[in-house]
């Protein structure tokens, strides 16, 4: 069965410190791990994928198989980092639907 | 990339009857996904519509609550029948990727059951 845990629902910060929302999987293959973000009405839309190795807005996450974790991490949090963040995942071959995990709110308190 | 739009963006609906989503693409593309989103909730995969075959429902979702169609490969639509307050959701439009590329996702239909 594939399953992605986000385990925190919220996530409160203050500007400058470091941020890291938690993303567990479980996937029998080798899955493709994402980050999406949603921002305050505004559409859901992609943040970084595992495979890029890409650091995007400053966040970066690595994906570690043995522990099966896709943590997304920021060394320092800003205001405009406030948003619903969605780990998901899909298969390695692509073609299929991402499964999301509950999502975790981040709230950069300035 | 695609482009994605959805009609209606929102709608307030009464039990028992039916309401029909639209989603249009800017480009041809072969998977489109529609999603649920309950309120304070994740996004969770109603069906996979691939044009020129039959909707593939995940578990808990039926064609006759949920019928989809997909004309072509630039449209389709969701249509939740006889509704009640528990299908009070946001309903995504998403499509796949080509390969390995990424899914997009439309802005939604915040539906309204009262």
């Known amino acids: 069965a594939q399953r992605v845990t986000q385990p925190e629902k919220l996530l409160s910060v203050f500007k400058g410190a470091p941020v890291e929302l938690k993303c567990n999987y479980s996937y029998s293959g080798s899955p493709e791990l994402f980050w999406y973000v949603q921002y305050s009405r505004q559409r859901l839309q992609l943040l970084l994928r595992h495979i890029s190795r890409e650091s995007i807005k400053g966040f970066t996450a690595d994906l570690n198989k043995g522990e099966t974790s896709f943590h997304l991490k920021k060394p320092f949090a800003q205001e405009e980092d406030s948003a619903m963040y969605y780990c998901a995942l899909r298969g390695i071959a692509g073609n299929t639907p991402l499964v999301f995990g509950k999502g975790t709110r981040l709230s950069v308190i300035a | 990339s695609a482009v994605i739009s959805q009609k209606p963006s929102r709608d307030i609906c009464q039990r028992g009857t039916s309401l029909t989503i639209q989603c249009q693409v800017d480009?041809?593309?072969?998977?489109m996904f529609w999603y649920r989103q309950q309120p304070g909730q994740s996004l969770t995969l109603i069906a996979t519509a691939n044009q020129g075959s039959e909707a593939t429902y995940e578990s808990g979702f039926v064609i006759d609550k949920f019928p989809i169609s997909r004309p072509n490969l630039t449209f389709s639509t969701l249509t939740v029948s006889n509704m009640s307050p528990e299908d009070s959701s946001i309903y995504l439009c998403?499509?796949?990727?080509?390969?390995?590329?990424?899914?997009?996702f439309g802005p939604g239909t915040r539906l309204t059951v009262t």
């Open positions: 480009s041809q593309v072969t998977m």
């Open positions: 998403s499509v796949g990727p080509r390969g390995q590329g990424e899914q997009y």
